[in-house]
């Protein structure tokens, strides 16, 4: 069974879409699409294909994602007033602080995002920046044993999980820690490249447990309308000038 992205394109790279109970790592350095990737998995998920689910960030209050939104026509509020959408997060700062008073830790999220999954019957979960949310576990390896124990409670419930990670500027690697790629079933790499005077933004499917998928790199571009793969055949990419070039 397939899981379909809502990302024009990307299903087809995929060979039909995620696996469901799959979690998928959308990687890239900053600014390369991931939060969008994520969060249109999220909105077309409720409005394409009637499947609840749940965004979570370590960056963002609800009310700003809600902001950010908009700006591709995506009304989260009213996802979340009719019950489609559970918006969690906050800023890291907040986060923790908050966390320490209550006495809670990365384990302790764990359990209220499946919590909130299993409550919600969420078929879709995003969770946006892992390498602040591995900030709450005390080592690498305890991230790794919590993010392994949260893909095996998402997998038991069926619910289907993309989780961004960021990847410094000038490293190599697919996150931050080095142990997410590991962890996760499939691995899509977003890559904002300069080429001459121009950059250009190109997807790649790195690793996808249970399935096929392409092994070619995707132009994609960022529009209004959110995220879409451009065919190959079709114009190459848009071309548009880095700024301060
Ligand atoms: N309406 C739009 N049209 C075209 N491009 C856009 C639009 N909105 C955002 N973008 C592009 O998307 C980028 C931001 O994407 P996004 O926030 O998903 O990146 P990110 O990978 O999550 O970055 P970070 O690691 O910093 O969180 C912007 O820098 C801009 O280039
Ligand atoms: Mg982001």
Redesign the pocket.
């Known amino acids: 069974m397939r899981v379909k992205t809502g990302v024009p394109g990307l299903d087809e790279l995929l060979g039909g879409g995620l696996p469901r109970g799959s979690c998928t790592l959308l990687s ?10 994520a969060m249109q998995y999220i909105v077309k998920g409720i409005t394409d294909y009637g499947e609840p689910g749940v965004f979570v960030s370590f ?1 963002r209050e609800p009310e700003a994602l809600c902001e950010d939104a908009k ?2 026509g995506w009304h989260l509020k009213l996802l979340e007033n009719q019950k489609n959408l559970e918006l969690m997060g906050d800023s890291l700062d907040r986060i923790t602080s908050f966390g320490k008073k209550v006495g809670a830790n990365g384990e302790n999220m764990i359990t209220e995002i499946v919590e909130v999954v299993r409550e919600k019957e969420a078929e879709r979960l995003a969770l946006d920046g892992l390498a602040q949310f591995s900030a709450m576990f005390p080592n690498p390896l305890a991230f790794r044993s919590g993010l392994a124990r949260m893909q095996r409670e998402l997998g038991k419930l069926g619910c289907t999980s993309v989780w ?1 990670s ?1 990847v410094d500027e000038g490293k190599e690697g697919l996150g931050r820690l080095g142990v997410e790629e590991y962890v996760a079933d499939g691995v899509i790499v ?1 890559c904002y490249e300069r080429g001459g005077l121009t950059r250009n933004r190109t997807l790649e499917v790195r690793k996808m447990r249970r399935t096929g998928h392409s092994n070619h790199l995707s132009f994609f571009e ?3 309308g959110g995220i879409r793969i451009v065919k190959p055949g079709e114009n190459g990419p848009p071309k548009k000038r880095v700024q301060g070039e």
């Open positions: 890239g350095k900053c600014g390369t699409g991931k939060t969008i990737l960056e700006g591709f961004t960021e977003l960022i529009s209004e």
